[in-house]
């Protein structure tokens, strides 16, 4: 349990932005996350701000972090029971989602393929209930351990106490910055029901050849969908759809669809609309746009990407033009899903 000074998060960030936090650590345990919070709060300079970073696959840095920055790497996979359902699986917070996913997929059980390939580490999925191809986590979460940063105990929350929304839970909202997730505990199927009503996984799945559905044939539709789309950040740096897709009224929809009769929705309970943000950014003429390193990603308009060198600032100048040039055409604001800090 190294304390860094000066430390640059740029590995530490998927978005690839050379900044710098005051100190920096990683845990491993509760303990040392205990330890830290101890050495911190009794560091000269006690009032510093702390951050916890998990994969760092859904923030924007946009300066230095003049404070503490406590890497999670609570690592661990674990089989607790199973019913003859269901298999009950626990992860650490620290272990990288999509070998998660890949190590479920190679024991037959059945929930995550529509994951495959999402960036980022199992302890972030709950926090911005992480969704693709038409599932979320909450359909496959049964609860996990968070250590409370005030009271310094460890509690567990059942998927209630999470308060799932559309890439919300109450870790974002009510509770932010109060809890630090260890573990996650899924709770996974012996015999998969499939997903794949969504179109390009149909589509996919055609092209495979596949003929009999399985767990691995969906995963590989979705990573061969995700591959093609969404930038590697390896690659190109980036945190995946910058922005949600916006709710609006169904008759806000019929306006805009008279204008616009191309736009793309999805009607949902309750008289409202989604809308494909992607559309909309693509219309407004963003999509491959590239200003100095900041830009537009070209197959997919919701991504913005780091060519190189850009630094937070101008990606998050980039991302206020985006908005206010979507208002201006549609009269629909867009809200950011990648956490600014
Ligand atoms: N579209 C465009 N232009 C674009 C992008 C999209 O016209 O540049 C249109 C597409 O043609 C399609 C519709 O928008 O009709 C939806 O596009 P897509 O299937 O790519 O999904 P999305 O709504 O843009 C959401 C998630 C993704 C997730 C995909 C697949 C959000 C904010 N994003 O994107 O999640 O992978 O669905 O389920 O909900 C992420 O959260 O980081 C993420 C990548």
Known sequence: MKIQENFSLRPYNSFGIDARARYFASFQSVDQLESLQWEMQHHALKDQQYMVLGGGSNILLTGDFNGWVFRNEIEGIEELHEDAEYVYVKAGA???????????????????????????????????????????????????????????????????????????????????????????????????VFHTSYGAIQQELEKLGVKELSIQAISQAVINIRSSKLPDPKKIGNAGSFFKNPTIPVEKYHELKELFPEIVGYHLPGDEVKLAAGWLIEQCGWKGYRKGDAGCHSQQALVLVNHGNATGKEILDLSQEIVESVEFKFGVELEKEVNII
């Open 94 to 192: 620290g272990v990288n989602w999509h070998a998660f996913v890949q190590y479920c997929i190679s024991k037959n059980w059945g929930g995550l393929e529509n994951l495959s390939l999402i960036p980022g580490n199992v302890g972030a999925s709950p926090m911005q209930n992480i969704g693709a191809y038409g599932v979320e986590l909450d359909d496959v979460f049964w609860d996990l351990e968070a250590y409370h940063w005030q009271d310094k105990k460890v509690h567990t929350f059942t998927r209630q106490d999470c308060e799932f929304g559309y890439r919300e839970s109450v870790f974002k909202k009510r509770f932010k910055g109060q809890f630090v997730i260890l573990n996650v505990t899924f709770q996974l199927r012996k015999h998969p």
